[in-house]
C-alpha cells in the first residue's frame, strides 16, 4: 500500500474516526486505525469492539493511489505527528510491518502489524428503513441528557440514553433514578416498506457511543438513525457509526416526569438563577449539601449553610403570591441542567405536590430532580 495525500483532506478524516479505536489493550489491534486504499476510495475505521466508525473520501486530486491496499495505522503516533506539522502533503507506505510516514520536512518509519485481516469491519449506511434528524437537534439532544445517565449498575439499565423514534418527532430520556433529562425534536421517517409506516422505535444507545458522535465535528445538515434488533447505524456526512445497543430494562420514564397542573410554577431566568444557586452554595459542605428554596410572596430566597463554613442567603425577586413554601434540592444536579439550558431564556420551575420538581425551557427541554428530604 503506498499513497500521497493532501492533510488538509486526510486529517480531518482520520481525526474524526481515530477516538473510536479500543484504549484497551484486550485486542492490541483494536488500538489503531484501518486504512483501505483503493482506486476509488480511501476507507478508514476504528473499532473498540462495541461501537466503531467508518469514514470514506472519494480518490479526486487531494489524493494519490501508487499502490492499493490495506494497512493498520498506529493511531496514538499518527495523532500526535499530525498535530505537530504543517506539510501539506504526506507519504504513506506500507513494507511488510513498517509504516513509513513522510512529509517534505520529517519522516518517521512506525512499526505495525500486518493483521489486517483480524480487523473488524464496519459495514456502510445501506439502511432503507430510517430517522432523519438535523444534526444540530440531534447533538443538542445528547448534550442535554447524557450528563444525567447512571454510572453504576443497577437492576434497571441507566448507563445509557433512551431515544424513542417515532413518525415526526423524536425524543431522548436519561435519568439515574434521582433526576430525568428529557429532549425531543421534530424529526422525519422514511421506509421502502410498501405500507408506508416506519412505527415507532426505542433503543438505549451507550453514553461512550452518543459522545463519540456528538464530539466528532461534521459538517453534515442531518443524522440518519437505523435501528435494528441489537446495534444501530447512525450516519452525518460521509461517518458511519455502528454501535451495539443496550438491552437492559429502562424505568417508565412517562411516569417520572410530574403532572404541571398540580404543581405551583414560578418563572425565573435561567442565567440569572444558576447564579444565585452558584452563589448561596459556596459554603455548603459533603455533609450537608444542597441548598434550600424558599418561596415568599414576591421573592425566594435561596440559602445553604455547612459544618464550619457558616450560612447563605441570596435573594431574587419573583412573581410569586402564593402561600411561603420550602424545598431542599442537590444543587450539584442542577450543574448539568444549567449547563446545557438557554443563559438569557426564561424556565419554568414546578414544585409542591410531591417530592418531584421539575425545570422546563421553552425550546422543549424538561429536567426532574427529586428533593432532598
Known amino acids: 500500500m503506498k499513497i500521497r495525500c493532501q492533510l488538509s483532506k486526510f486529517v480531518p478524516l482520520f481525526s474524526m474516526i481515530a477516538p473510536f479505536a479500543s484504549t484497551k489493550d484486550v485486542r492490541p489491534v483494536l488500538q489503531n486505525v484501518k486504512l483501505i486504499a483503493n482506486e476509488s476510495n480511501v476507507i478508514l475505521m476504528a473499532t473498540d469492539g462495541e461501537v466503531g466508525a467508518r469514514g470514506e473520501l472519494p480518490v479526486d486530486d487531494a489524493f494519490v493511489i501508487e499502490r492499493s491496499g490495506e494497512a493498520i495505522l498506529p493511531a ?10 504543517n506539510d501539506e502533503e504526506i507519504l504513506l507506505e506500507l513494507e511488510g510491518t513498517k509504516l513509513t510516514v513522510k512529509g517534505a520536512h520529517f519522516r518517521y518509519q512506525l512499526d ?30 445528547v448534550r442535554r441528557t447524557v450528563f444525567a445517565t447512571e454510572t453504576n449498575n443497577s437492576h434497571y439499565e441507566l448507563r445509557g440514553v433512551k431515544f424513542v423514534f417515532g413518525e415526526d418527532r423524536t425524543m431522548a430520556i436519561a435519568t439515574d433514578g ?10 422525519e421517517s422514511f421506509t421502502d416498506d410498501e405500507n408506508g409506516s416506519v412505527g415507532e422505535k426505542q433503543a438505549i444507545f451507550p453514553t461512550r457511543t452518543l459522545n ?6 461534521s459538517v453534515a445538515e442531518d443524522v440518519l438513525v437505523a435501528i435494528r ?6 450516519k ?18 412517562n411516569a417520572i416526569i ?14 440569572e438563577l444558576a447564579r444565585a444557586i452558584r452563589q448561596a452554595e459556596i459554603v ?90
Open 212 to 217: 463519540l458522535i456528538e464530539r466528532a465535528d
Open 76 to 85: 496514538k503516533l499518527l495523532r500526535k505527528i499530525f498535530s505537530e506539522t
Open 112 to 141: 505495525t502489524t500486518d493483521e489486517t485481516d483480524k480487523f473488524p469491519s464496519i459495514a456502510s449506511f445501506e439502511a432503507s428503513t430510517y430517522f432523519k434528524i438535523p444534526v444540530n437537534s440531534f447533538n443538542r439532544m
Open 229 to 234: 434488533d441489537a446495534d444501530a447505524q447512525i
Open 258 to 271: 410530574p403532572d404541571k397542573s398540580a404543581k405551583k410554577r414560578v418563572d425565573f431566568i435561567a442565567n
Open 236 to 253: 452525518f456526512g460521509n461517518i458511519v457509526v455502528s454501535s451495539t445497543l443496550m438491552t437492559g430494562r429502562f424505568p417508565d420514564w
Open 284 to 373: 455548603a459542605t459533603e455533609n450537608k449539601p444542597g441548598v434550600w428554596f424558599k418561596f415568599e410572596k414576591g421573592k425566594v430566597n435561596i440559602t445553604a449553610a455547612g459544618e464550619a463554613t457558616g450560612e447563605s442567603s441570596v435573594e431574587l425577586p419573583i412573581a410569586y403570591d402564593g402561600e411561603a413554601a420550602e424545598l431542599r434540592l442537590d444543587s450539584h444536579f442542577l450543574t448539568g441542567f444549567f449547563r446545557e439550558a438557554p443563559q438569557e431564556d426564561t424556565i419554568a420551575f414546578y414544585f409542591m405536590q410531591d417530592y418531584r420538581t421539575l425545570f422546563e425551557t421553552t425550546d422543549g427541554y424538561r429536567y426532574v430532580v427529586m428533593q432532598l428530604a
Open 178 to 187: 434521582r433526576r430525568l433529562a428529557y429532549q425531543e425534536c421534530s424529526s
